[in-house]
């Protein structure tokens, strides 16, 4: 009776489970053959001009990756695709503050900022300002940086905002312009505690390196080169050359500061070899010029 | 209560059925191998030729022997000889040794910019007997690069030489170029002094009118005299200009010639510059193709544009 009972279980079953189970696949498999949306054409050629831009920017090729960044603004501009028009001109504006260009950097976030030609994304306008904030920063007007920094702050707080460490950062360094060194203080440590949370290790750097500014100016060298190590720790993690070299110089300006310069020297030449190393020869000169007039140590 | 039963209809004549199954399958198998070896002519007729050449450069074991564009045999084997030139063994389909005679050549030839080379061979003459098997076939070595830098080298020579003559001959101080110029330009000098001369007479013309007639007529001696040179230099230049005039235009002809060649030469390179696109573009199409089929979709992230991070301290 149960001579061959394998075959005759599939052949029982087989039918039943080409109508239950494999027909059907049949009809839903070309279904599956449709993966995700993908962009248009124009669409994609405006993210590969986007993704050349950012790598020339990784490259800091600032003309080359302002070039591409503009061919992908056209393409979303004649598609009135405000997203990618948005990021486009949040980067180009970022582009030009990075350049040094600073009115051309303002005319771009004021693009997003005066909604031309219409409102973009809340992420985009948080962006901006804080384009605008850190312009002013380099202006030295610590008023108008802490008007952006604040504008963008409130943004914020409407939206889960992954931007809200790296604004009280500015906040602080806006504050440091305007010599409250007490609410610099606080938005730097307000800082670092939500780049803590959020995990962003760059802006966890900036924090201290805010914070070790902050000592250097209270006079309080040692907890001042503290914080600068453990911002240099976090930059040569992330390899941020042009930080490394802020970082070695608070370091050595703090011995310097407590009339240790043999002990300053090591950092200022290790300072020097980055920069050397980064071919940014201006800051090479300066840094010699500074070590040019450095008193030499007494000995006791 | 049974499921099955010994006597279940479906079970009878079962090994026949599975026999049947399996012979069927064999025999499909037999004649997918048939099949295959009827298409690479396994059981065609071949004869073999020889042909010898300087070098292996550009030949292989399996590269294809063809007669006006058709594929007829293959290359079979490539060895040394006594004397370390190469000989290559091919294999030709029978049917088509009427068309390979004596007298007919074999060459290396590329079918296109891109790809492997090909043996042709040319059909001998009507005259000429069929070439016996393991008789050998002249061979005629493709063109190196160098050989045709060579060839257009000794094409661009001569035309080099004539330009060259050309310009000695226009800068010689003593050839005719150089004294046609300086006797025009010594006739210019003259017109002027006569000018001058003119208008000295002109003004001293109230007073001495009948000194001035003498001077206007030595004058008008000398302005013959100037007149006769200019008559001599320029049937000079009737005579010289026809022969140097010829020589530039069979230098310019020769040029033009050079130029043409070179044209013809390099005229593939935009067709080939096609072909490449059209496969770039192929490919680009078959990438995007795969890349929506499902389940490698789901796999591939949509690329997006991004926006720089803004760095608080930078």
């Known amino acids: 009776m149960n001579r061959i009972p394998f075959l005759h279980l599939i052949l029982t079953y087989t039918r039943p489970l080409v109508l239950t189970i494999i027909f059907p696949l049949l009809f839903i498999c070309p279904g599956c053959s449709t993966g995700p949306h993908q962009p248009s054409e124009r669409q994609q050629i405006a993210i590969e001009s986007n993704q050349r831009a950012e790598n020339a920017y990784k490259k800091r090729n600032y003309i080359k990756a302002l070039n591409h960044y503009m061919e992908a603004l056209n393409i979303s501009r004649s598609l009135e695709n405000a997203d990618s028009m948005g990021s486009n001109i949040v980067n180009i504006a970022y582009v030009y503050y990075r350049m040094g260009e600073r009115e051309k950097s303002h005319t771009y976030a004021d693009l997003i900022i005066n909604k031309n030609p219409f409102e973009y994304s809340v992420r985009y306008l948080i962006d901006a300002m804080s384009i605008k904030a850190l312009l002013y920063c380099d202006e030295s007007n610590g008023k108008e940086a802490s008007f952006w920094a604040d504008k963008a702050l409130n943004l914020c707080q409407g939206v889960s905002c992954r931007e809200e460490g790296r604004i009280y950062n500015i906040r602080a360094r806006a504050s440091l312009l305007n010599k409250d060194i007490k609410a610099a203080t606080e938005y730097a440590k307000k800082g670092l505690e939500i780049n803590k949370k ?25 907890a001042s080169r503290g914080l600068y190590k453990d911002a240099l720790l976090i930059d040569k993690s992330l390899e941020l050359s042009d930080k490394m070299i802020n970082d070695l110089l608070g370091i050595a300006v703090t011995f310097e500061k407590q009339g240790r310069p043999n002990e300053a020297l090591p950092y200022y030449r290790r300072a020097i070899s980055i920069s050397e190393g980064m071919g940014n020869m201006e800051m090479e000169k300066s840094i010699r010029e500074k070590i040019e007039k450095m008193q030499p140590q007494k000995n006791p | 209560m049974a499921v099955m039963k010994e006597t279940d209809e479906r079970f009878q004549y079962l090994s026949k059925k599975i026999g049947l199954f399996v012979l069927i399958a064999i025999l499909g198998i037999a004649g997918i191998i048939v099949f295959i070896g009827i298409q690479r002519d396994v059981f065609t007729n071949k004869t073999k030729l020889y042909f010898i050449s300087e070098n292996g450069q550009g030949l292989n074991e399996g590269q294809a022997v063809k007669l006006s564009g058709f594929k007829i045999g293959k290359i079979e084997k490539l060895s040394l000889d006594d004397v370390a030139k190469v000989k290559v063994e091919i294999s030709i389909n029978t049917k088509y040794m009427k068309w390979i005679k004596t007298d007919s050549t074999i060459k290396l030839v590329k079918e296109g910019y891109i790809g492997d080379a090909v043996l042709e061979v040319t059909p001998g003459s009507v005259q000429a007997k069929q070439i016996p098997e393991g008789g050998y076939l002249n061979f005629q070595g493709a063109k190196s690069i160098n050989e045709i830098i060579e060839e257009l080298k000794d094409d661009i020579k001569p035309v080099l030489l004539d330009i060259k003559q050309i310009i000695h001959y226009i800068n010689d101080p003593k050839g005719d170029v150089k004294q046609i110029l300086g006797n025009v330009n010594k006739l210019s000098g003259d017109i002027q002094h006569t000018r001058e001369l003119i208008d000295t007479m002109l003004k001293n013309t109230d007073k001495n009118l009948e000194n001035t ?11 013959k005299d100037t007149v006769d040179t200019t008559n001599t230099i320029l049937k000079n230049v009737e005579t010289k200009l026809p022969n140097m005039l010829d020589k530039v235009d069979k230098s ?17 390179a935009p067709v080939l510059m096609d072909k490449v696109t059209d496969i770039t573009d192929d490919a680009k199409d078959i990438t995007g193709a795969v890349k929506k089929t499902w389940p490698i979709s789901s796999k591939i992230k949509i690329p997006e544009e991004k926006t720089i991070k803004v760095d608080s301290y930078e």
Not at chain 1, 198 to 203: H, K, R, S, W
Not at chain 1, 205 to 217: H, Q, Y
Not at chain 2, 213 to 223: A, E, P, W, Y
Request: hydrophobic share 35%.
């Open chain 1, 198 to 222: 959020i995990d962003d290790v760059a802006e966890m750097g900036n924090s201290m390196r805010i914070m070790a500014d902050i000592e250097l100016m209270n006079k309080n060298y040692e």
């Open chain 2, 213 to 223: 007639m003498k001077k206007t007529d030595t004058l008008l001696g000398s302005i």
């Open chain 2, 252 to 268: 310019l002809t020769d040029v033009q010639k050079i130029t043409d060649d070179i044209k013809h030469t390099t005229s593939g």
